[in-house]
């Protein structure tokens, strides 16, 4: 059997290849090691002279899947709804690297290549505040939040098919949910994410009632005070004074009153 030439950045390359499939299918508790050296046609103890051990190959093998995918949210430009729609596809067309940040997820082990993948989120803080500089993102939002909200909208139906087609009943591979998609968050973005104490916000709330604001007078209310007959007289008639009877000798009488004594 003919053998190949060793070249080692071809062999460091397949090693990497044939890594990131494993950890992608199967995590990194479940990769094993035989598998790759085997898939990338070299020996297992030239695999551990390249990476050392299993922790830093599946680290090499993450830093590889970055640089080949944007993890978190790219140039923003125009405006969010047409950054999003340019990056959503791109972010679902490398399965592999969806699967690898699920099981890194599932796993809960310490964060991989943190510092380059940090340095990635810092440009999208710095791309999402550059749109609050331009005005179509209100200033008083948290850059970090706001990038992290991008995110989660561009990777959420990649990561969770599952609840795509338990709301929406199709896959997010679906052209039709893509395009609908797309168009929601686009729709949400068009005026762009605004304060609130923006022109408009302040319009609803000054349409909407006040706790402090007196609340109008009843029409019961406004004849009290004179304007009309009183609330008594229109909702119940007072009944007539009767004068009260007193017993006698002689049967039963009214009382006189103190007006008819002076009369007498």
């Known amino acids: 059997m003919e053998k190949r030439p060793r070249d080692s950045a071809q062999t460091r390359a397949r090693i990497l290849g044939a890594a990131r ?12 090691v035989d598998e790759i050296a085997r898939v990338a046609d070299c020996d297992k103890r030239l695999l551990y002279r390249y990476f050392k051990d299993k922790a830093g190959l599946f680290r090499a093998a993450m830093v590889a899947t970055l640089s080949c995918t944007r993890e978190m949210v790219g140039e923003l430009e125009g405006d969010l709804g047409e950054s999003f729609a340019r990056q959503y596809p791109e972010v679902g067309a490398d399965p592999e690297w969806l699967r690898t940040i699920l099981w890194e997820a599932l796993e809960e082990n310490d964060l ?18 550059a749109l609050q500089e331009q005005g179509t993102v209100g200033d008083d939002l948290d850059p970090a939040y ?5 995110a989660a909208l561009l990777v959420f139906p990649w990561v969770m098919p599952q609840f795509v087609r338990i709301a929406c009943g199709r896959s997010p591979r679906d052209p039709s949910f893509r395009s609908s998609y797309v168009a929601t968050v686009r729709r949400i973005f068009a005026g762009g994410v605004r304060p609130l104490g923006c022109p408009r916000a302040q319009a609803q709330a000054q349409d909407a009632p ?55």
Request: glycine share 8%.
């Open 21 to 32: 499939q494993e950890f992608a299918s199967l995590g990194f508790s479940g990769a094993r």
């Open 146 to 150: 706001g990038a992290l909200v991008m």
């Open 210 to 264: 006040s706790a402090s604001a007196p609340a109008k007078r009843s029409t019961a209310q406004v004849r009290s005070r004179g304007q009309g007959p009183s609330a008594s007289t229109t909702t119940e008639r007072s009944a007539p004074v009767r004068e009260p009877r007193v017993a006698t000798t002689k049967g039963t009488r009214s009382a006189p009153t103190k007006a008819k004594k002076a009369a007498r």
């Open 112 to 129: 991989v290549a943190g510092d380059e993948r940090k340095a990635r989120f810092r440009d999208a803080k710095a791309a999402f505040r």
